[in-house]
């Protein structure tokens, strides 16, 4: 493909538009119909089909930035998530899971899996030993998530793809936190790259939707699934993704600033405790990250000094806002023991060390200078209430 040579950012700007033959506008038309007239058997146009003009497009945009051939856009990163997974899975099937994982994620094995008669096993750990001995004589799919959430662990991707091909295994990743951008994982032999693309690549939290990079033959696998489920993505969400994802390397790129900025920033601060952030040399994943990431992305999460009350912090942030999602253009907080992670229970979060303080952090684009000024006002008066408390 001879696109394949073009930068980054030109790719994001250009690559997958829809060309506006009639009028000659600089953005791609947006084709709402529902209802095409027949072409032939095989081009058949319907938004559930994945094939209306801004959905073939758009599609082609993800798999390129993935370095992959074909792509496929959903109506959420659950959608992608379960129709890929599922596409490569049947009754009497294994798949291995890293044991840190998105919590819906998560939540689709434990609730679904064993009406299908899939069985699963999450690792204990992130090394090669964990993964090799969860790996069984029925086991089809190993599935990864690098950065993870909410602790930013590093997953040697090329010590999975090693597996897979030792075993005879799709390798799936959720490529989610480290966008395209800053990680390209079938440069490591990874087989699927598995996108939430209501973060990066939305990038305003202002939409839903999900995403699929991989070979063709793998895509039409999971189409073949995907038309059945029927979880395509409306084309006006196509289009404000297309529109998106033009900026998502110059957003990225500024996010990766502030983080490593604000990291740096955290991490010597004399109330916090603990900063988990791939970009810090003390964070054990940081020599794996070096070598698979371009950049560290602008997820961390961090702990207050023990004594102070990280919900009274959060609560007293003005600029930095709480907030459910992530990775869009503003700084947001999370506390993922009181939100993603709940259905865990306390005991399993203690095992994979999420304390209930624990604070994620999604950097913005804003002036660094600005978050600073926010969390030292929210600190501030978190630490007069602790006083007056322990008068
Ligand atoms: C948000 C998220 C998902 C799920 O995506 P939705 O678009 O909410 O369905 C999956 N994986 C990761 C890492 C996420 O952050």
């Known amino acids: 493909m001879e696109s394949k040579k073009k930068g980054v950012n030109t790719i994001c700007t ?15 038309p947006l084709y709402m119909s529902s209802s095409y007239a027949f072409q032939d058997v095989d081009t058949k146009r319907y938004p559930r089909y994945f094939n209306t003009p801004n959905q073939e497009a758009l599609a082609k945009k993800i798999a390129m930035l993935e370095h992959c051939d074909a792509g496929l856009i959903f109506g959420s990163g659950m959608a992608a998530i379960s129709t890929t997974a599922m596409a490569f899975l049947q009754a009497g099937d294994h798949i291995v899971l890293q044991g840190d994982i998105y919590g819906g994620t998560y939540s689709l094995v434990v609730e679904q899996f064993n009406k299908f008669g899939i069985e699963y096993s999450f690792t204990e750990g992130l090394e090669a030993s964990d993964f090799e001995e969860k790996i069984k004589s029925n086991t089809k799919v190993i599935y990864v998530e690098t950065p993870s959430n909410p602790l930013l662990k590093i997953t040697d991707l090329r010590m999975v793809s090693g597996l897979a091909k030792k075993h005879g295994l799709i390798s799936m990743i959720d490529n989610t936190f480290a966008s395209p951008i800053n990680q390209i994982p079938s440069k490591f032999g990874i087989d699927i790259m598995i996108h939430s693309a209501t973060k990066y690549m939305g990038g305003h939290s202002d939409m839903c939707a999900g995403a699929v990079a991989c070979s063709k033959e793998s895509i039409d696998k999971i189409f073949h699934l995907a038309k059945n489920l029927g979880g395509s993505l409306s084309d006006y969400t196509v289009w404000l993704l297309e529109r998106s994802m033009k900026t998502m390397g110059i957003r990225v790129k500024a996010q990766n600033e502030n983080a490593q900025r604000m990291a740096e920033f955290l991490n010597t601060h004399e109330d916090i405790d603990t900063v988990y952030y791939p970009g810090l040399p003390s964070h054990p994943g940081h020599e794996v990250a070096k070598t698979q990431m371009k950049g560290f992305g602008g997820m961390m999460s961090f702990e207050l000094r023990e004594d102070l009350d990280a919900d009274l912090f ?16 503003e700084s947001t907080v999370l506390s993922p023991a009181q939100t993603s992670h709940t259905l ?4 399993e979060r203690k095992n994979r060390g999420i304390s209930d ?11 660094t200078e600005d978050l600073i000024v926010d969390i030292e006002q ?14």
């Open 14 to 28: 250009h690559v997958g538009a829809v060309e506006d033959k009639l009028f000659k506008g600089a953005i791609s």
């Open 314 to 329: 959060q609560k007293s942030l003005q600029l930095i806002k709480a907030s459910m999602s992530l990775a869009g253009v």
């Open 344 to 347: 865990l229970g306390a005991e």
């Open 357 to 367: 303080g624990l604070i994620r952090f999604s950097v913005g684009i804003e002036e």
């Open 378 to 391: 929210a600190l501030a008066k978190v630490k007069s209430k602790t006083s007056v408390a322990t008068r």
